[in-house]
T-cell receptor, first 113, second 118 residues
Framework: GENVEQHPSTLSVQEGDSAVIKCTYS??????FPWYKQELGKRPQLIID?????GEKKDQRIAVTLNKTAKHFSLHITETQPEDSAVYFC????????????FGTGTRLQVTL | GAVVSQHPSRVICKSGTSVKIECRSL??????MFWYRQFPKKSLMLMAT?????????EQGVEKDKFLINHASLTLSTLTVTSAHPEDSSFYIC??????????????FGPGTRLTVL
């Protein structure tokens, strides 16, 4: 089955700096890679996703890059703000009727003033 | 749009009792719903995939007789934790994939149910 590794487990940045979270996956057939933000006690919320036919996708301060050859993808948050503080999870899935998400272990991001 | 609700949000029960958790897609239909378990400061672990009108597919190591899943309609799936024990205490989260979504596409998550078994 799929195995997703995520680093770092914790990340502290100053407000205004950039944050980068990296994930690797094992299943070369995976082709859907979402990123979720989860605040304490709340539901995971999709913040951005990318499919394997695209190398990079950007949405305002958030961007995701995908290197399918190396089987890794990264989340980039620029101009971080205190409200970006949360746990971020990457995930990977194959497309298909039986597709399911395999989550990374999570990164706790702390944006300090 | 794409709102998923869960009920109850919190439940405390005694060992040996059964607890039912409901997951509803409020403004869309979902042929597939997923049930996850999350321990404190840990990732989401998929327990089972629930398809409307058919039996759920359980992940390896998840006891199907203990975690009963029913997906009776395109907007409702239920998870029943039978004969609950303290080790079943956890945060249970469901998600739903909208009907017609490209397979492998976006899942929308419910707010979760915190189960405490005394």
């Amino acid at each position: 089955g799929e195995n997703v590794e995520q680093h770092p487990s914790t990340l502290s940045v100053q407000e205004g700096d950039s944050a980068v979270i990296k994930c690797t996956y094992s299943d070369s057939a995976s082709n859907y890679f979402p990123w979720y933000k989860q605040e304490l006690g709340k539901r995971p919320q999709l913040i951005i996703d990318i499919r394997s036919n695209v190398g990079e996708k950007k949405d305002q301060r958030i961007a995701v890059t995908l290197n399918k050859t190396a089987k890794h993808f990264s989340l980039h948050i620029t101009e971080t703000q205190p409200e970006d503080s949360a746990v971020y999870f990457c995930a990977a899935a194959r497309t298909g009727t039986a597709s399911k998400l395999t989550f990374g272990t999570g990164t706790r991001l702390q944006v300090t003033l | 749009g794409a709102v998923v609700s869960q009920h109850p949000s919190r439940v405390i029960c005694k060992s040996g009792t059964s607890v039912k958790i409901e997951c509803r897609s409020l403004d869309f239909q979902a042929t597939t719903m997923f049930w996850y378990r999350q321990f404190p400061k840990k990732s989401l672990m998929l327990m089972a995939t629930s398809n409307e009108g058919s039996k759920a597919t359980y992940e390896q190591g998840v006891e199907k007789d203990k975690f009963l899943i029913n997906h009776a309609s395109l907007t409702l799936s239920t998870l029943t934790v039978t004969s609950a024990h303290p080790e079943d205490s956890s945060f249970y989260i469901c998600s739903a994939r909208p009907l017609g979504t490209v397979s492998g596409g976006e899942q929308f998550f419910g707010p979760g149910t915190r189960l405490t078994v005394l």
